[in-house]
């Protein structure tokens, strides 16, 4: 065989993630308070634009600026809060070694990341797709913002999650990894099991499980400000008078941006080159971003239309929970990609005659039932009135629930039921067990 060296000529379509793209992307995913912020900073920068005034804004373009009494300014409002996760994501990716592609994709990455602290579901091929890199770029970008702080973040399962944390403190060992393998013998306390796949002692088990108790497996919980500040709503749904749902978007709390053309003309008139080219290069910023919050609203009201219509039985009330409802399936409804409509639900809520909720709200996995499916939020609220109506001889194991629960029609693994009961802060059978015994010893001791 001849080897040989020739040029080849080939066609292919790319996605270059220019600056613009990957701001437009940004805004995409940000809070209402959060754009406030990037478009002020815009503004401050580009002397063509100003912020429209508002009856209710706290903001101001340099033409319109109100003076106000410092002595009327509220101390508690300057106090600053605590970073959102995608803010401290951000602050840590900037200190990083990244090359160009390697940002473009943690930038990505960033909004995957769900409140936990891992990664969503396909986040990984979404990147490939979207920013047409290979897989093992992306691996290599994922490695390293798995480094960040606190260790745990950009996991993609709980037992990734749990090995970088103790990867960090250097307890990494060779127990420890069998264990995190077998999670589903942690759940049942199977320390038996556990030793013979490990192939240890019991002892180093009993020590390795307790070691895993001093970890936390929601690293990004630690910046969840939700508590702190009230749900602000980003879309207003309606009751139309005909029937049906009329959805709109929230105008009062947008940023409005004006453009001075005069402004710019009068400096194109002026002949300096420099000047013209610095005016031109401002007013292409400006329609820019006039365009990029025009897109931003369609796109939120486009996605909060199609979940509307997915769980109009909740909004209708005749649902006491929403349905099973999936990201590509909003993604496929609207035509857009299933990252897209990932950055559009992070930091959104709706307002509705049921009450405000945020978008993430709407999107329940799917669990099997003899009658289709039903939605995780109702099997949760299915285990906690199993666990209510429990008396002190009638607690029930999780293999028990687990029962009850097919009895109704829903089939569930044990390691769900015990996922789903932990999250709801439900102890386990024995920790209800003893709490009864001790409710019925005190009351014994009162009675006396």
């Known amino acids: 065989m001849t080897l040989s060296l020739r040029l080849v000529q080939s066609q292919r379509q790319t996605l270059a993630m220019t600056p613009q793209l990957m701001q437009a992307i940004k805004l995409l995913q940000m809070s209402n308070l959060e754009l406030e912020s990037a478009v002020r900073e815009e503004v401050d920068q580009n002397p063509l634009l100003s912020l429209a005034s508002r009856p209710d804004s706290r903001l101001g373009g340099r033409r319109n600026t109100v003076t106000r009494d410092p002595s009327s300014i509220d101390p508690l409002a300057t106090v600053a809060s605590r970073p959102s996760l995608t803010d401290h994501c951000a602050h840590e990716i900037a200190v990083l070694d990244l090359d160009w592609t390697e940002r473009a994709i943690a930038e990505f990455l960033v909004g995957s990341i769900e409140e936990s602290g891992r990664l969503s579901e396909d986040a990984e091929e979404a990147a490939v797709e979207a920013l047409k890199v290979s897989p093992a770029q992306v691996s290599v970008t994922l490695a390293k913002l798995q480094t960040i702080s606190p260790a745990g973040l950009f996991a993609r399962s709980l037992s990734e999650c749990l090995a970088l944390q103790l990867e960090e403190r250097g307890e990494l060992t060779a127990v420890a990894r069998g264990v995190l393998d077998n999670l589903q013998f942690v759940a049942r306390r199977d320390v038996r099991r556990l030793a013979e796949v490990c192939g240890c002692a019991e002892a180093e088990v009993i020590d390795t499980l307790a070691l895993l108790r001093t970890l936390d497996p929601r690293p990004g919980l630690a910046f969840d400000t939700s508590p702190v500040h009230a749900i602000e709503p980003d879309v207003i749904v309606r009751r139309r008078p005909n029937g049906g749902f009329l ?30 080219s610095f005016a031109n290069q401002c007013l292409r910023s400006a329609h820019w971003l006039t365009r990029s919050l025009d897109q931003r609203a369609r796109t939120i009201v486009k996605v909060a239309s199609a979940i509307v219509t997915r769980q109009r039985a909740f909004f209708d009330g005749t649902a006491q929970h929403v349905s099973p409802l999936t990201l590509r399936e909003v993604a496929e409804d609207i035509g857009m990609h299933e990252s897209t409509v990932s950055r559009v639900v992070s930091n959104k809520a709706l307002s509705s005659p049921r009450g405000v909720f945020p978008f993430r709200a709407f999107f329940a996995v799917a669990i099997d039932a003899t009658d289709g499916s039903v939605s995780a939020e109702a099997v949760r609220a299915k285990i906690r009135q199993i666990v209510d109506t429990e008396t002190p001889a009638s607690v029930r194991s999780d293999d028990e629930i687990v029962k009850t629960l097919k009895a109704a029609g829903i089939v569930i693994a044990r390691r769900t039921v015990a996922k789903y009961r932990e999250a709801m802060n439900i102890p386990s059978s024995v920790e209800r067990r003893r709490m009864a015994r001790h409710e019925r010893s005190g009351a014994a001791q009162a009675r006396r």
Do not use: M, W
């Open 247 to 276: 959805v709109v978007l929230d105008t009062a709390r947008l940023p409005k941006v004006l453009i001075d053309a005069d402004y710019h003309a009068e400096i194109a008139s002026t002949g300096n080159a420099q000047a013209v």
